[in-house]
């Protein structure tokens, strides 16, 4: 099967580069509607089954423009919410947002139970959770499903499971709002075919500047 793994669009915290990870979360912003809005045209042709979206309103209101054009109901799952920021909520500055990243890539890279600050979870659990929606995915029997997600989140996942995929890798290759991953295999072995760093929509719906903290690059 494959999985296209899809980042939200832009949101407000996303421009002023702040560790936003609570739920709700905040609404897309225009640029963010018009990414979501260029998805059906670009997704169409990938022959999408299925559509889930985490519990995080941003991840959501990406996926319903695609979802009405296909027909398809969003199903909402927690396991594809973004990696919780703990007492680094809300930050900005670059040592908060290196510290989020280096933990998160990190339990790809030898530190599986590390832990955010302020938090009580490590990998087994955080990505474990993303993986029971991934089986529940599979499970249904589709060939082609589209889970929206996160930026960390999608780094930390394709760098922990798909075989092809170093943390190096993810650490410097960011996902920018609706870039995407496309991933081919099973539970337990994925490849990833493709690493889609910017906007979907294409140039025109690209603002590298204000893809926001998730999406920078973590070099070591």
């Given at each position: 099967m494959r999985l296209v793994l899809i980042r939200h669009g832009q949101t407000p915290s996303n421009v002023d580069h702040l560790?936003?990870?609570?739920?709700p979360g905040p609404d897309l912003t225009d640029l963010?509607?018009?990414?979501?809005?260029?998805?059906?045209?670009?997704?169409?042709?990938v022959g999408i089954e299925a559509i889930y979206a985490s519990t995080l309103v941003r991840t959501q209101q990406t996926a319903d423009p695609l979802a009405r054009a296909l027909g398809l109901d969003v199903q909402v799952r927690r396991g594809?919410?973004?990696?919780t920021a703990g007492d680094l909520e809300m930050a900005g500055d670059e040592e908060s947002v290196r510290t989020y990243l280096s933990i998160v890539l990190g339990w790809a890279d030898g530190a599986p139970h590390a832990r955010m600050p302020g938090t009580d979870e490590g990998a087994a659990a955080v990505l474990?959770?993303?993986?029971?929606?991934?089986?529940e995915v599979a499970g249904t029997g589709v060939e082609v499903a589209a889970l929206f997600s996160h930026g960390a989140m999608i780094r930390a996942w394709a760098a922990a499971r798909c075989h092809n995929v170093t943390v190096d890798f993810a650490a410097q290759n960011a996902v920018s709002n609706t870039g995407a991953l496309v991933l081919s295999g099973r539970p337990g072995r994925w490849r990833a075919e493709h690493w889609q760093?910017?906007?979907?929509?294409?140039a025109p719906l690209e603002d590298p500047a204000t893809d926001g903290a998730a999406a920078e690059p973590l070099h070591h």
């Open positions: 560790l936003d990870t609570a739920e963010g509607r018009q990414q979501a809005l260029a998805l059906p045209a670009t997704l169409r042709p594809l919410r973004e990696i474990g959770r993303f993986d029971e929606v991934v089986g760093e910017q906007a979907l929509g294409g």
